[in-house]
């Protein structure tokens, strides 16, 4: 956007850094300082006067030193601090352009809000300012009546969903502005780091948006010049599709921008769209006819009417300063996502009596393919984002069980919620995604779940499909009660992952229960245990939340793990009774350590072929067969293939293990001993011809078999049986912003 010089003395900035926090070290954050101070260094550049900025900071100690050279009299960025600069003092500054920068930890708490971290966070207790609260304070008597014509605000920190345990532990964060707003019309200009439920990644000590911020700064203010923020958003959002792109990594910035130019509006990045082909012309000819044909001969009036229902969900102003055309109002609907479904629910709600037709209905899903309108969508994303990684993994979990393995984004609530929509059924059936609302809602407890379980009643009703949903709600009803009566473990895993981390082979370790889309914590051992310690506590697990000989253990492991004998481990040691973990329980190990997301789709092809599969299937890895190259090559021969089988000398299998993990072979036997006696044809005859899911519990009795004959080759069978779609549980990872 194009403004009137700006005089750089009238700029006040209010800068925020917190690297250290009150609990443990791996609370304490390395980069807000370096961005902080590189951020000023910006303004101070463009001719701000450095008593115009106020740096509030908790420095790491080996920061301290040049936070001091740069900005002597900083202050501290705790909670009184904060409050009282936001709350008081920049009540009498005198300046034209106020700038907010905030980099530090971030939360999303109850309710979905927003909590910037105070220094005073400890592990227990996570202490922070709201953050849509500080926009708030932009437009009170906190800032000067008279003066501030405008307001950039710039937050590079985490909105990440903490997980069930941890969230509870989150106060309500602070609400800064304690006065109402009295200047509606201030314009803010709100950058932020990630979207709803993601992470804000670090990358060599600095955060990667303002890295990437202050180079499209330093480019749009070149030669003195006002920087054009539209340009520099742009920019920043080009370079962060690049990064996809190149190492498919998921942060996704986001802006809004309220009253800049007297209009509430999010910045359409990008190109404009290409004008439409001649036969998307010639469908939105069908539907500019259709919809003149139900709003009547004088459609003045009506399309009024239906003007005003949209400007309720889209951000920007009608096209016409009057009453818009049908015409204005089918290209209104086009240029926004799920405008022209919203389109249609208008036109629905105006003319009940007469709905419109199935051949414009056709030109509408030609046109634009989406279903939901931008009201649901908008409300779809912000439910799953108040849902934690792990509650969004369950409703894909929940995907996976009615349809099959599909490609479907846990990480991003918007991306889920564009994935789940476009699952399109035939038409006159419910929509895919309103089914998998309802399995998950069935199966999963709280307030989430049965808001979810309402909006898709009210997508339902729109659909006029709210019979078939309440159908649908039933079946998933007493499938989940009949899941809930058949016992504990049935048809329960229990996930254990182990940290290398410490001699003597001592390890921390943490254990989950799953069952179906149901997860839950049972032990975190943060201090490293000697092998028997942590052998006695996961046999104490299990007997209390496993079923012998059904429920499946799953080691996740690091690549240099997988030859850990876990599936030996003694159970009650010492005991007349003992005997091996391994044969009490199906015992599998798992490892994504060297699986790259941009190689995923190669998992789940191969997990996709293990159902209806045998032993047989597994492609057989021959001992000369060992170099990363050659696995590759091989396994690239066997595109079908669920997985492959081996029975080299140790020295190789690292390599195996490498190439397989990373060419996304989702199961893996092998020989664990020093040099392996077996062929393939032996091995084959182990592994027998049963169905291919049975593979664990097969092993299973080959190791029973083995505990009563030491020679038995059974014994020695480890498996890679990886689930791409049943994760590991994420814990709380604060150490990103």
């Given at each position: ?31 807000p ?49 904060v ?24 939360v ?92 804000a ?9 303002t ?9 749009a ?23 996809r ?144 990684e ?53 199966f ?51 996930q ?8 003597g ?21 943060d ?48 005991k ?52 990363f ?54 091995l084959?005859?182990?592994?027998g ?12 009795k ?24 049943r ?11």
């Open positions: 956007m194009t403004r009137a010089p700006h005089d750089w003395r009238r700029t006040h900035a209010v800068i925020v850094a917190v690297e250290r926090y009150n609990g443990s070290d791996d609370l304490n954050l390395d980069g300082v370096h961005d902080a101070v590189e951020m000023r260094k910006w303004l101070t550049g463009r001719g701000v006067p450095a008593e115009n900025i106020q740096l509030l900071a908790s420095p790491l100690e080996h920061n301290r030193a040049a936070l001091e050279a740069a900005h002597p009299h900083y202050r501290p960025a705790e909670r009184a601090d409050r009282r600069v936001f709350q008081d003092e920049l009540r009498a500054i005198d300046a034209d352009w106020l700038w907010v920068y905030w980099a530090g930890h971030g999303q708490t109850q309710g979905g809000r927003w909590s910037l971290l105070y220094p005073e966070t400890r592990d227990t207790d996570l202490q922070g300012a709201d953050a849509d609260s500080l926009i708030d304070l932009m437009r009170t008597e906190h800032l000067p009546w008279d003066g501030v014509d405008r307001v950039t605000v710039i937050i590079d920190a985490c909105r990440q969903a903490l997980p069930a345990g941890v969230h509870e532990l989150a106060d309500t964060p602070d609400l800064l502005a304690r006065t109402a707003q009295i200047r509606p019309e201030r314009p803010v200009y709100w950058m932020r780091a990630c979207q709803a439920g993601a992470v990644k670090q990358r060599q000590g600095t955060g990667q948006f890295s990437a911020l202050l180079r499209q700064l330093h480019a203010a070149a030669g003195g010049a006002e920087p054009d923020l539209d340009r520099v958003w742009q920019g920043v959002v080009e370079e962060f599709a690049r990064a792109d190149a190492d498919g990594g998921r942060q996704r910035p986001t802006v809004y921008v309220s009253d800049w130019n007297q209009d509430v509006r999010p910045v359409r990045l990008g190109p404009p769209a290409p004008p439409l082909d001649p036969e998307k012309l010639r469908f939105r000819e069908t539907l500019v006819l259709e919809a003149s044909g139900l709003l009547g001969p004088d459609p003045a009036g009506p399309a009024a009417r239906v003007a005003a229902r949209l400007r309720m969900e889209f951000t920007d102003a009608p096209p016409a300063r009057g009453t818009p055309s049908v015409e204005e109002l089918v290209d209104w609907a086009l240029a926004h996502e799920h405008g022209i479904a919203t389109l249609l629910h208008a036109l629905d709600e105006l003319t009940p009596d007469r709905r419109i037709g199935a051949r414009a209905r056709e030109a509408c899903r030609r046109l634009q393919p989406q279903w939901l309108t931008c009201a649901e969508h908008t409300e779809l994303v912000a439910l799953l984002a108040r849902l934690d792990r509650g969004r993994e369950d409703v894909v979990a929940a995907a996976h069980q009615q349809f099959g393995p599909t490609a479907l984004p846990a990480h991003d609530p918007a991306a889920l919620a564009d994935a789940l929509e476009e699952l399109v059924p035939r038409p006159h059936q419910l929509p895919q995604l309103l089914s998998v609302v309802e399995h998950f809602a069935a999963t407890e709280g307030a989430v779940a049965a808001e979810l379980r309402t909006w898709a009643q009210a997508c339902a009703v729109r659909l006029g499909m709210k019979e078939v949903l309440l159908d649908h709600r039933a079946r998933a009803a007493d499938r989940a009660e009949r899941a809930r009566t058949a016992g504990p473990a049935e048809g329960r895993s229990i254990i992952r182990l940290h290398p981390s410490g001699p082979q001592r390890r921390a370790y943490e254990v989950w229960s799953r069952r179906g889309a149901e997860v839950d914590a049972l032990a975190k051992v201090t490293p245990a000697a092998p028997e310690e942590m052998r006695r506590g996961i046999d104490a697990l299990l007997a209390a939340h496993a079923r012998a000989t059904e429920t499946v253990v799953e080691f996740f492991v690091p690549s240099t793990d997988l030859e850990l004998d876990v599936h030996r481990w003694p159970l009650d040691a010492g007349p009774q003992e005997r091996s973990l391994g044969t009490d329980f199906p015992v599998v190990v798992r490892c994504a350590e060297l699986r790259q997301p941009e190689r995923r789709h190669l998992w789940e092809r191969r997990w996709s072929r293990v159902a209806g599969a045998t032993p047989g299937d597994l492609h057989w890895l021959p001992g000369h067969t060992h170099s190259a050659q696995v590759r090559a091989a396994m690239e021969r066997q595109e079908t293939a669920p997985g492959a089988m081996t029975a080299g000398p140790a020295r190789t299998r690292s390599e195996i293990f490498t190439a397989c993990l990373f060419d996304g072979v989702p199961v893996l036997v092998w020989d664990t001993g020093a040099e392996p006696s077996l062929d393939e044809r032996q084959r005859t182990l592994l011809s049963e169905p291919l899911e049975h593979l664990p519990q097969r092993l299973r080959l190791r029973l078999e083995g505990d009563a004959d030491d020679g038995h080759p059974g014994r020695r069978l480890a498996l890679l049986w990886d689930d791409p779609h994760p590991l549980p994420e814990p709380l990872d604060l150490s990103a912003p």
